[in-house]
C-alpha cells in the first residue's frame, strides 16, 4: 500500500482507515504523551488506536453530514486523551489538510479543520479550567497538598506547552500569567505583560466588547467565545479567536479569569495554502484538473463568453523519456512545457496541467478557429526544442485536440468529452499533429461505439448466427468446403456486414469471446451435416486472427467444440491471415502446429498477394494456400499487362510449395479458366452466387447432390 493509499480516508471503514490513523499516528508521535492507555499496549500501538476511533469520528464530519460538531469532537478527543502539545495540533491540522485535499471539497474541508481547531481550543480551555478548579479546591485543605501540587504540576505542562496563548488574570482583569505562546504572539516579554490589563492588549474600537463579555461572565454564563484584534508590541494588528472564562471562589465570587487565544491569521494562511495545493499542480505551478474544470463550468453559465475554444495538448510517448531518463528528467520536460504554454497563450487563455501529460488551454471569445490552430502550432514548436541533459537534446511532439463552439448553455462535461476524443483522433491520425472537432463524425463514431458496446448484449439476445460462403471445385463445380461468417442480426441496424462486426469486436476486446461461439456454432452445424451425409459433408472453413491465436485456450476450445459437435478434426480448417506468422510467439505457433498434428487444416490466406517469407511459412504446417484480390484480378479480361505479369509470378511460385491453392473473390468464368491454368483447385465468389448461406441451405444443398 502506497503512503497515497494509506492516507486516504476512504468511505469504507476498513484497512484505509486504519492506515490512515496509522499515518497520523507517525506524524504526531514525537509531541505526543498518551495519558490513558492500557499499560500492556506499546505507545505507537495505543496512539494508533485511540486515532483509528477519532478517524471514524472525523470521515463523519467530512463526508457524512458535513457537520462541524464532528470534527470538534475530533479537536476535543486529543485534548481529553492528552494530546495538548502546540505542535501535536499544528502537525495535525497539516497532516489532516494535506492528505484530505484531493478527496474532499475544499470548502467542507476547510470548515473540518477550523472546527477541529476550536474543538481543541475549547477542550483545553476546559481542561484548564478544571485543573484551576482542583488546583483550588485541593488547596483548600491540609490533606490534599500533595494532589493539589500535582493539579499545579499538570496545569503548568498543559499551561506551558499549549499552542495556544493562555493568560490567567484576576477579577479586575490584570495579568497575573501569561504562557510562551502569548508572548510570542505578542512579541513581549513577560515583565510588560504580567501586571498590565489585558483590555489594554485589545484594539482600542474593540475594547467595549471586551467589557460586554465580562458582564455576561459574571452575569453566569460559563465562557464566551469572541473574534477580535490585538495589538503586537510593533503595533502590527493580530487577528484572534478568544475563549473567556471566569473561575469562581468558593462564595461563588468571582476569583479568576482564564483567557486562551487563537491566532486567526495562521489558521486562514494555512487555508489559503491547502486551497492553493488543492486547486494547483505542484511541478509545473499551473492550475490543476479540478481548478480547469472550475474555470469551464464558470465559462459556460450564462455570464460567460459567448463562444470559447477548448485546446488540449496530449505529449506523444512520454513515457519513453520517462523510461530512458527517469522521472527527474520527465519533470523537467513537463515544465518546459509549461513553460512554452505561458509564452503563447498567457493572456490569451486559462492554463492548466489536467493529466500526467496533458495540457489544457481556455480561451473565451477567440477570434476564430484558424487563430486558435496557429497559436497550438506555434506551442507545439516550441516544444521540439531540445532540453539538454548531459549529451542528449530531449524534445517532445504532441497531438492536439481543439473544440470551438457557443459557450452559453453549453455542458462541462460534454465539452470535455469532446475534446478528449478529438485529440485521440489526432494520435490516431499519426500523432505530432492537431485536429479539429467534427460534430458528424463524432456522430458516426458514437453510433460505431454504441454497437460495439451492446456486443455482448446482442449475443445474450442470440441475435448472432453463422452463415456460410460456399467454395467449388473449379474442375466440376463440386461443393469442396464452405467459409463460415459470423453475422449479426440486429434489431435495428440490421445485419451487419462480417468486416465491421470484426471491427467492432476488435475494439471492445470482444473478438476472443465471439470467437469461441463461432467456432462452436459452426462446428455444431458442421457435425450435423457429417453425421448425416458422411464423407459428401464439405470442411468447415474458417478465419483464426491473431487475437485468437493469443488465448491460452485456443486448443482446448477447439478440442471441446469437435468433442461436442462430433465433427471429424480432418473437416475442420483455419484461414490465416498473410500478416499472422509474424504477430505470433513461438508457444502460439506450437499450438497451430497441435492442432494440425491433430488434423486440423491450416490456409494462409494471402490477401492481396502479400509477400510472406518463406521462413515464416516454414514455422506453420500449412496444408493450402489461398489467394484474393490483386493475385485474381490480374487475371481478369482486360487486366493491365504488370498487373497480369504480377499475377502469373506470384501463382506459378506458389506451386513450387507442393500445397493446394484456391482463390476468393472470382468474379467471371474467364478469371476461372485462368486460374485452373495455374494450378488453381477451388474457388468461391460472385460467380457462385453473392448470398450467403444459411446452415440449413448448406443441408439442402448437399441434400439435392
Known amino acids: 500500500m502506497t503512503m497515497a493509499d494509506a492516507a486516504r480516508l476512504g468511505d469504507e471503514p476498513g484497512p484505509s482507515r486504519v492506515a490512515f490513523a496509522r499515518d497520523w499516528a507517525a506524524t504526531i508521535a514525537p509531541t505526543a504523551a498518551l495519558s490513558t492507555a492500557p499499560p500492556s499496549t506499546a505507545p505507537d500501538d495505543r496512539l494508533a488506536d485511540l486515532l483509528t476511533g477519532l478517524t471514524a469520528t472525523l470521515h463523519a464530519a467530512v463526508h457524512d453530514d458535513g457537520s462541524p460538531a464532528a470534527a470538534r469532537e475530533v479537536g476535543r478527543g486529543l485534548v481529553e486523551h ?50 484551576q478548579e482542583q488546583n483550588h479546591e485541593l488547596r483548600s485543605t491540609r490533606s490534599a497538598e500533595s494532589a493539589a501540587r500535582t493539579g499545579e504540576a499538570k496545569f503548568r505542562a498543559v499551561f506551558q506547552t499549549s499552542a495556544l496563548a493562555i493568560t490567567v488574570s484576576d477579577a479586575d482583569g490584570v495579568i497575573l500569567d501569561c504562557n510562551d505562546a502569548m508572548l510570542a504572539m505578542l512579541d513581549r516579554t513577560s515583565e510588560e505583560l504580567i501586571g498590565s490589563l489585558g483590555r489594554d492588549l485589545v484594539h482600542p474600537d474593540e475594547r467595549h466588547v471586551i467589557s460586554r463579555i465580562a458582564q455576561l461572565l459574571h452575569a453566569g454564563q460559563e465562557h464566551v467565545r469572541i473574534e477580535t484584534r490585538l495589538v503586537r508590541a510593533d503595533g502590527e494588528l493580530v487577528n484572534v479567536l478568544i475563549a473567556l472564562a471566569l473561575l469562581r471562589d468558593d462564595d461563588g465570587a468571582p476569583a479568576y479569569y482564564v483567557t486562551m487565544i487563537e491566532s486567526v491569521d495562521e489558521i486562514r494562511a494555512l487555508q489559503k495554502q491547502l486551497v492553493r495545493q488543492s486547486l494547483h499542480d505542484m511541478q509545473t505551478g499551473l492550475a490543476n484538473r479540478s481548478q480547469f474544470v472550475g474555470w469551464l463550468e464558470g465559462a459556460v453559465g450564462s455570464r460567460g463568453p459567448t463562444t470559447l475554444a477548448l485546446v488540449v495538448f496530449d505529449l506523444d510517448g512520454f513515457r519513453v523519456v520517462n523510461d530512458a531518463y527517469g522521472h527527474e528528467v520527465g519533470n523537467r520536460i513537463l515544465t518546459a512545457v509549461a513553460g512554452h504554454l505561458r509564452s503563447v497563450f498567457d493572456g490569451i487563455g486559462q492554463l492548466a496541467r489536467i493529466g500526467p501529460d496533458e495540457f489544457a488551454v481556455l480561451i473565451p471569445d477567440p477570434m476564430d478557429a484558424a487563430t486558435v490552430v496557429a497559436l497550438a502550432e506555434s506551442a507545439v514548436e516550441l516544444f521540439a526544442e531540445p532540453v539538454w541533459v548531459d549529451d542528449d537534446g530531449i524534445g517532445v511532439t504532441a497531438s492536439v485536440g481543439i473544440v470551438v463552439r457557443p459557450a452559453r448553455g453549453a455542458d462541462a462535461a460534454e465539452l470535455l468529452r469532446c475534446v478528449d476524443l478529438t485529440v485521440r483522433w489526432a494520435k490516431d491520425d499519426g500523432k505530432a499533429q492537431w485536429a479539429l472537432y467534427d460534430k458528424e463524425r463524432d456522430q458516426r463514431e458514437r453510433a460505431r461505439m454504441r454497437l460495439a458496446a451492446s456486443i455482448a448484449g446482442g449475443l445474450e439476445q442470440g441475435e448472432f448466427r453463422v452463415d456460410y460462403e460456399p467454395v467449388h471445385s473449379l474442375a466440376d463445380g463440386a461443393l469442396l468446403a464452405v467459409e463460415a461468417r459470423l453475422r449479426w442480426d440486429h434489431p435495428t441496424e440490421g445485419v451487419l456486414d462480417p468486416q465491421e462486426l470484426v471491427s467492432l469486436s476488435t475494439c471492445t476486446g470482444m473478438a476472443a469471446r465471439l470467437g469461441k461461439w463461432a467456432i462452436a456454432q459452426a462446428c455444431a452445424d458442421a457435425g450435423r451435416w457429417h453425421a448425416e451425409f458422411g464423407d459428401a459433408a464439405p470442411v468447415l472453413s474458417m478465419d483464426l486472427t491473431a487475437r485468437e491465436c493469443q488465448e491460452p485456450e485456443l486448443v482446448a476450445t477447439v478440442r471441446r467444440a469437435l468433442r461436442e459437435s462430433g465433427l471429424p478434426a480432418r473437416l475442420l480448417q483455419f484461414e490465416l491471415s498473410e500478416q499472422l506468422p509474424a504477430l505470433i510467439n513461438e508457444d502460439q505457433v506450437d499450438e497451430l502446429t497441435y492442432l494440425a498434428e491433430h488434423g486440423v487444416r491450416l490456409v494462409l490466406d494471402q490477401v492481396g498477394g502479400g509477400n510472406v517469407p518463406i521462413d515464416r511459412l516454414r514455422r506453420i504446417p500449412l496444408t493450402a494456400v489461398k489467394f484474393q484480390g490483386s493475385p485474381v484480378y490480374g487475371l481478369a479480361e482486360g487486366a493491365g499487362r504488370l498487373e497480369e505479369s504480377a499475377a502469373v509470378a506470384l501463382l506459378t511460385w506458389s506451386r513450387t510449395l507442393g500445397l493446394p491453392l484456391f482463390a476468393a473473390g472470382v468474379r467471371t468464368e474467364f478469371e476461372a479458366r485462368r486460374l485452373v491454368e495455374l494450378g488453381v483447385t477451388g474457388a468461391q465468389g460472385p460467380l457462385f452466387g453473392s448470398a450467403l448461406l444459411t446452415s440449413d441451405e448448406v443441408r439442402g444443398i448437399l441434400g439435392k447432390s
Open 82 to 131: 492528552g494530546l495538548v502539545a502546540a505542535e501535536t495540533l499544528e502537525r495535525t491540522l497539516a497532516f489532516v489538510g494535506e492528505h484530505l485535499a484531493a478527496h474532499v471539497e475544499t470548502r467542507r474541508l476547510m470548515a473540518a479543520l477550523g472546527a477541529l481547531a476550536a474543538g481543541f481550543t475549547d477542550a483545553l480551555c476546559q481542561r484548564s479550567l478544571d485543573e
